[in-house]
């Protein structure tokens, strides 16, 4: 009995993966029919991109000047303040930028994909699609995870502006780091291997999010204490899942 329950958990895990994988290739084959209906598409980037803003460029400011003060107390240390904007820069376009934002993403834009798609579930509604011989896949859940694919990576690009102004205000105005320092060696150290590095951390972190938000989403049981189970397991689920990737990707560029 005991080594059933340790084996319990790997094989949820293996089960639980499996059907993600199953899940995401039966997406994929609806992906090209749903790009036919881009109207349906930019509606999905609207609501899991800029319903989502305000919370990410609110969240990217205040980072970024918590970024500033630490950094400049840090470098302060070493007489190098010049070098902030290095160290804002490279921090927030390789780490905080796409981990960040996909958490963030994942709260907000994650757990209301979950939850339309759950009620939805909980009223029939798929049900009474498939009886009509249209697809849920086709017409609800592919637009809502192309929409997040496409959302997150401009979610990601304007926490880091939105942060850099942060940190520049924080190292600049109030720390009195010099201006032309603190741009100039950002411009001249950040290289496009660091852009690009915090460009696929963050369509992999929107693939992942989406994924797991719209099959939460999909399986949910049909009652109101699932759909609110399987908005509460999008959020753990993603955030887990955000930071293993994030290690992996960073041992991969590494």
């Not at 918590?66 to 190098?80: A, E, K, N, P, W």
């Not at 905080?96 to 996909?102: D, E, I, N, S, Y």
């Not at 660091?194 to 929107?206: L, N, P, T, Y």
Request: contains cysteine.
């Amino acid at each position: 009995m005991s080594r059933l329950k340790r084996d319990s958990l790997p094989m949820s895990a293996v089960r639980v993966t499996g059907q993600l994988a199953l899940f995401l290739f039966a997406l994929l084959a609806q992906c090209g029919p749903a790009l036919a209906r881009p109207r349906l598409i930019v509606l999905q980037i609207y609501n899991a991109g800029a319903r989502s803003l305000i919370i990410v460029m609110l969240s990217g400011l205040f980072v970024g000047m918590v970024l500033g003060l630490q950094g400049f107390d840090l470098l302060q240390r070493f007489g190098s303040e010049d070098a902030l904007g290095i160290a804002a820069a490279l921090s927030l376009i390789k780490e905080l930028g796409p981990v960040v934002t996909a958490l963030l993403f994942a709260g907000r834009a994650g757990t209301s994909l979950t939850s339309e798609i759950g009620l939805m579930r909980a009223t029939d509604q798929l049900n009474a699609m498939q009886i009509m011989a249209v697809d849920p896949l086709r017409y609800v859940v592919a637009p809502r995870f192309l929409g997040g694919v496409v959302a997150m990576p401009l979610l990601a690009a304007l926490f880091n502006i939105v942060g850099l102004f942060g940190a520049q205000l924080v190292g600049v105005q109030l720390m009195g780091v010099d201006r032309g320092a603190f741009w100039s060696q950002m411009q001249g150290s950040v290289e496009l291997n660091d852009v690009m590095e915090g460009v696929i951390k963050s369509c992999v972190f929107g693939l992942a999010c989406s994924l797991i938000a719209v099959h939460s989403g999909y399986t949910a049981e049909p009652t109101a204490e699932g759909v609110g189970l399987a908005t509460t397991r999008t959020v753990v689920a993603s955030s887990v899942l955000t930071l293993v990737l994030d290690y992996m990707l960073t041992a991969a560029f590494l």
